[in-house]
T-cell receptor
Framework: DQQVKQNSPSLSVQEGRISILNCDYT??????FLWYKKYPAEGPTFLIS?????DKNEDGRFTVFLNKSAKHLSLHIVPSQPGDSAVYFC??????????FGQGTRLTINP | ETGVTQSPTHLIKTRGQQVTLRCSSQ?????VSWYQQALGQGPQFIFQ???????GRGNFPPRFSGLQFPNYSSELNVNALELDDSALYLC???????????FGPGTRLTVT
């Protein structure tokens, strides 16, 4: 069963605009959520995280929103830059042991 | 600050063989987790090591085993390789009782 889902395999956004990546989860026991970015031939790079007791966390151009009632989180990138083109993974943590990842969304920023 | 390193970068093995992958954790991190990432999928948790003991395991058979050493480096061993074991194997390190894990570049394993 896929406990963390990223339903959009790909997303294309114009440079300077907002990119919004979405993630849904099914397990209400998840208490922490993270976003990672992955370039080809590299490991995932940690971007931003949010605890389940919050509904928003911001770090520079990146903002994560959490809607617990809908079991939904999103990552907003504004303004989008060409270097943001990568695969983005949403991950959820049922504790500090393991991360449960979604399938990823490939973001392409067009000039 | 030294990041997570993994070796080798690429590896080709034959079905039925055994393989050992290695990982050095980031400076200051004493917890190591291993993940398997199949093509087009997100990483899947294999297991985690803390204080040289297994500290959680995902849905992987016993032929996947690991070790952690006193310097916090770690090994992933896979016995009786199967074709489906072909994947990118990622190591991540973290501080204990924290959620953020920091990943190495991975080892690409191909089983023929």
């Amino acid at each position: 069963d896929q406990q963390v889902k990223q339903n959009s395999p790909s997303l294309s956004v114009q440079e300077g605009r907002i990119s919004i990546l979405n993630c849904d989860y099914t397990n209400s026991m998840f208490d922490y959520f993270l976003w990672y970015k992955k370039y080809p031939a590299e490991g995932p790079t940690f971007l931003i995280s949010i605890s389940s007791i919050k509904d928003k966390n911001e770090d520079g151009r990146f903002t994560v929103f959490l809607n617990k009632s809908a079991k939904h989180l999103s990552l907003h990138i504004v303004p989008s830059q060409p270097g943001d083109s990568a695969v983005y993974f949403c991950a959820a943590a049922p504790g500090a042991q393991k991360l449960v990842f979604g399938q990823g969304t490939r973001l392409t920023i067009n000039p | 600050e030294t990041g997570v390193t993994q070796s080798p970068t690429h590896l080709i093995k034959t079905r039925g063989q055994q393989v050992t992958l290695r990982c050095s954790s980031q400076s200051g991190h004493n917890t190591v987790s291993w993940y398997q990432q199949a093509l087009g999928q997100g990483p899947q948790f294999i297991f985690q090591y803390y204080r040289e003991e297994e500290n959680g395991r995902g849905n992987f058979p016993p032929r996947f085993s690991g070790l952690q050493f006193p310097n916090y480096s770690s090994e992933l061993n896979v016995n009786a390789l199967e074709l489906d074991d072909s994947a990118l194997y990622l190591c991540a390190s973290s501080r204990p009782d924290t959620y953020e894990q920091y990943f190495g570049p991975g080892t690409r394993l191909t089983v023929t």
